[in-house]
């Protein structure tokens, strides 16, 4: 292998690394706003349980 060879085999691991890295991030990101959407949807469904159950003692 010359320097040549190495250089683009270097940029080319590095570059597809990076991607990589980027792809990740963004996952992640995704990630937490979709715990953070079900985190509001448990939490409306648990007061609409404890509505419900008051409801049904005071009748």
């Known amino acids: 292998m010359n320097l040549e060879e190495f250089e683009t085999q270097y940029r080319n ?3 597809r690394s990076l991607n990589q890295l980027q792809t990740t991030v ?3 990101a995704q990630l937490e706003a979709n715990i953070a959407s079900v985190s509001r949807d448990l939490q409306t469904l648990s ?3 404890e509505d419900f159950i008051s409801e049904q003692k005071a009748q």
């Open 13 to 15: 691991t590095l570059e």
């Open 26 to 28: 963004l996952l992640l």
């Open 47 to 49: 007061q609409t349980v």
